[in-house]
T-cell receptor
Framework: GENVEQHPSTLSVQEGDSAVIKCTYSDSASNYFPWYKQELGKRPQLIIDIRSNVGEKKDQRIAVTLNKTAKHFSLHITETQPEDSAVYFCAARPNTGTASKLTFGTGTRLQVTL | NAGVMQNPRHLVRRRGQEARLRCSPMKGHSHVYWYRQLPEEGLKFMVYLQKENIIDESGMPKERFSAEFPKEGPSILRIQQVVRGDSAAYFC???????????FGSGTRLTVV
């Protein structure tokens, strides 16, 4: 099955700096890569996703890039703000047979300091 | 649209009791997924269901755990004879179909004492 690795496990940046979180996946059949943000005690919320037919997607301060050849994808947050502090999870999903479940990375705790 | 509804939000059970966790998917969503999250850890897949069918239960422990998604009513995750190690947050998610992303519920935090 799919295996997703995520780095770093913790990341501390100063307000206004950029943050980058990287993930790799193992199943070349994976074609959908969402990112979720989870604040303390809350539900994971989808913040951006990308499908394998594009290499990059942007939404205001957030962007995701995908390298299918290397099987890795990254989340980029620019001009970070204190409210960006949370745990971020990447995920991957193959589109084969019944394997439509998302496999999550282990999470990155992002701390944005003033 | 009320989103994915899970109840109860918090559940305390003594060792050996049964825990029943409920999940009502978003309107129009027929795919339901259950994940378990231990403190400071990631989301571990448990089971994927569609109405009246278990599609993938590869993440479910073989004993004590079961799930259903009946034709009418919410999806139920049942844990029999709970042990301390079952203490975790259990999240349900739903999607419109296999090609869409998930919407998560607020989770049920199970504490076994």
């Amino acid at each position: 099955g799919e295996n997703v690795e995520q780095h770093p496990s913790t990341l501390s940046v100063q307000e206004g700096d950029s943050a980058v979180i990287k993930c790799t996946y193992s199943d070349s059949a994976s074609n959908y890569f969402p990112w979720y943000k989870q604040e303390l005690g809350k539900r994971p919320q989808l913040i951006i996703d990308i499908r394998s037919n594009v290499g990059e997607k942007k939404d205001q301060r957030i962007a995701v890039t995908l390298n299918k050849t290397a099987k890795h994808f990254s989340l980029h947050i620019t001009e970070t703000q204190p409210e960006d502090s949370a745990v971020y999870f990447c995920a991957a999903r193959p589109n084969t047979g019944t394997a439509s479940k998302l496999t999550f990375g282990t999470g990155t705790r992002l701390q944005v300091t003033l | 649209n009320a989103g994915v509804m899970q109840n109860p939000r918090h559940l305390v059970r003594r060792r050996g009791q049964e825990a029943r966790l409920r999940c009502s998917p978003m309107k129009g969503h027929s795919h339901v997924y259950w994940y378990r999250q231990l403190p400071e850890e990631g989301l571990k897949f448990m089971v994927y269901l569609q109405k009246e069918n278990i599609i993938d239960e590869s993440g479910m422990p073989k004993e004590r755990f079961s799930a259903e998604f009946p034709k009418e009513g919410p999806s139920i995750l049942r844990i029999q004879q709970v042990v301390r190690g079952d203490s975790a947050a259990y999240f349900c998610a739903s999607s419109q179909d296999r090609s869409y992303g998930y919407t998560f519920g607020s989770g049920t935090r199970l504490t076994v004492v």
